[in-house]
């Protein structure tokens, strides 16, 4: 079966860095992409941007140009997405999604990512 | 930037239909848009239900429905019952990004 399983809580100040893991299993890795989502407190859903898992392509949100960056292992099947600068406003649960052809069907369990002094 | 304009809230009685919209402001949403929609309970991951305007996953229930309506991409859920109550989200695609509206709380009652 299809999951998407990434890495546990992180804690982290503000200005530092923050690199969280999406571990999949249950399908071919480098046939799909994968998007990555976040969730204020109380708020919305908010698309950070995308990556082919096959030739490591990406579109990011505006938002975040400059801030972001994705990357894929395909020997571990493993998406990652590593956001810099971070200020409170980023505190949020971050998802990642398997991506393709319009369907962003599998969801990882989420990872919260907390930014305080 | 495009805006993704969604009902903040609905209440819908069970047993009866309700349709949820998703608008553009960049203005007609189109098939091209490849609106997805979304259900999330509260403190669960949210769960894909509709992609590409109407295609279902395998997981989604045979009551619910995406559509093209009046210019907008929507949502039906018939039948409704107590456990739809939950967020909504549309997402659709502009200008080669994703971009996810507001999100719709459903209330039955």
């Known amino acids: 079966q299809v999951q998407l399983v990434q890495s546990g809580l992180e804690v982290k100040k503000p200005g530092a860095s923050v690199k969280v893991s999406c571990k999949t299993s249950?399908?071919?890795?480098?046939?799909?992409?994968v998007s990555w989502v976040r969730q204020a407190p109380g708020q919305g859903l908010e698309w950070l941007g995308w990556i082919n898992a096959n030739n490591g392509h990406t579109n990011y949100a505006q938002t975040f140009q400059g801030r972001v960056t994705m990357t894929t292992d395909s020997s571990t099947t493993t998406a990652y997405m590593e956001l810099r600068s971070l200020t409170s406003d980023d505190t949020a649960v971050y998802y990642c999604?398997?991506?393709?052809?319009?369907?962003?069907?599998?969801w990882g369990q989420g990872t919260l990512v907390t930014v305080s002094s | 930037q495009t805006v993704v304009t969604q009902e903040p809230s609905l209440t819908v009685s069970p047993g009866g239909t309700v349709t949820l919209t998703c608008a553009s402001s960049?203005?007609?949403?189109?098939?091209?848009?490849?609106p997805n929609w979304f259900q999330q309970k509260p403190g669960q991951t949210p769960r894909s239900l509709i992609y590409s305007t109407s295609n279902k996953q395998s997981w989604t229930p045979a009551r619910v429905s995406g559509s093209l309506l009046g210019g907008k991409a929507a949502l039906t859920l018939s039948g409704v019952q107590p456990e739809d109550e939950a967020d909504y989200y549309c997402l659709l695609l502009s200008g080669g990004l994703w971009v996810f509206g507001g999100g719709t709380k459903l209330t039955v009652l």
């Open positions: 960049t203005g007609v949403v189109t098939s091209g848009f490849y």
């Open positions: 999604v398997r991506d393709w052809n319009y369907d962003l069907d599998y």
């Open positions: 249950g399908y071919t890795f480098t046939s799909f992409g």
